[in-house]
C-alpha cells in the first residue's frame, strides 16, 4: 500500500458545500501511505439527472467524469450515493444512452471505486480517541446497494472513548437527492422522524458516510433548534489522524 497512487473524487456536494470533508478524507488517506491526488475534469458523477429519468444528460455529465478517471488504478470515494452511481449504475446509464464503449469502461472502472470507509477499512485501525456518544447514520445507497455496513462502525469502534448510540440509523433519513425537491413534505416528515429518534439517544454528535444525508438533517435540526454537532466519518478519523501526530 504505501505510495499507492490513488484518486480522491471528493464528488459535487463536498467540494461545493463541505470542503473540509476532502480535506479530511485526503489526510487519512496519505495517514494509511497512499499517494492522493485529484485529476482534472472529475466532475460529476450524473446522479441528479439519472434519478429524474434523464439518462443521456446525466451520460453526457458523467462520461466526462468517466474519460477523466479512466485508466485510474483507485478511485476513493467519500460518499456511497456517487459510489453507488458509479459502480452500479455507469455501465447501465452508458449502455442506454447508446454508448457501449463508455458502458464498457465503465464496468472495468468499477472494480476500481471504492467508498472512502470500505477503502480506509481494509487497513490497520486507527489508533486515536473520540470521546463522544455518536449516533451513526447508515446511508440506504450505502447500505443497500454497495452493502456497506460493519466497516464505518469498526472504524468508530476502534477509536478510544468512542461510544455508539442506539437509534433508528437504518431509516432513510428522506434526502433521496431530486426527491426532496419534488416531495418536500414527505421528505421532511423523514428528516422528522429520524431527528425524534436521534434526540432519544442524547448522542453528542450526527456522523454519516453521504454528507448530502447529513446536510438534509442537519438543515432541518438547525431548523427546528437542535444544535447537535453533524461530522462526516473522514472528518472524526482526521481528527483522530491528527491528535496522533500532534503527540
Not at 446525466?58 to 470515494?77: F, K
Not at 454508448?99 to 465503465?106: H, I, K, L
Not at 449516533?135 to 469502534?157: F, G, K, N, T, V
Amino acid at each position: 500500500m504505501p505510495g499507492e497512487r490513488i484518486v480522491l473524487f471528493a464528488t459535487c456536494v463536498v467540494e461545493t458545500l463541505s470542503p473540509e470533508v476532502g480535506d479530511a478524507a485526503a489526510r487519512v488517506l496519505e495517514h494509511l501511505g497512499y499517494d492522493v491526488t485529484t485529476v482534472p475534469g472529475a466532475g460529476c458523477c450524473g446522479q441528479p439527472a439519472w434519478n429524474s429519468g434523464f439518462a443521456a444528460d446525466a451520460a453526457r455529465v458523467a462520461r466526462v467524469t468517466l474519460d477523466a478517471l479512466d485508466g485510474e488504478p483507485q478511485v476513493c470515494v467519500p460518499a456511497g450515493s456517487c459510489a453507488t452511481m458509479m459502480r452500479v449504475y455507469w455501465p447501465e446509464l452508458f449502455r442506454l444512452a447508446g454508448d457501449p464503449d463508455a458502458s464498457e469502461r465503465a464496468a472495468a472502472l468499477a472494480g476500481r471505486v471504492f467508498e472512502f470507509s470500505e477503502l480506509v477499512a481494509r487497513s490497520d485501525p486507527i489508533p486515536g480517541t473520540h470521546p463522544a456518544r455518536v449516533a451513526y447514520h447508515r446511508s440506504c445507497h450505502m447500505l443497500h446497494e454497495l452493502e456497506i455496513d460493519r466497516q464505518p462502525l469498526a472504524l468508530l469502534d476502534g477509536l478510544d472513548g468512542c461510544e455508539r448510540v442506539a437509534w433508528d440509523d437504518d431509516r432513510c433519513c428522506g434526502f433521496g437527492g431530486t426527491f426532496a425537491v419534488k416531495l418536500p413534505e414527505i421528505s421532511v416528515a423523514m428528516a422528522d422522524a429520524k431527528i425524534d429518534s436521534l434526540a432519544a439517544a442524547h448522542a453528542d454528535e450526527l456522523v454519516g458516510c453521504d454528507r448530502s444525508c447529513l446536510l438534509h438533517l442537519e438543515t432541518r435540526m438547525r431548523h427546528r433548534g437542535i444544535d447537535l454537532p453533524v461530522r462526516h466519518l473522514a472528518e472524526v478519523l482526521a481528527a483522530a489522524v491528527d491528535s496522533l501526530e500532534d503527540r
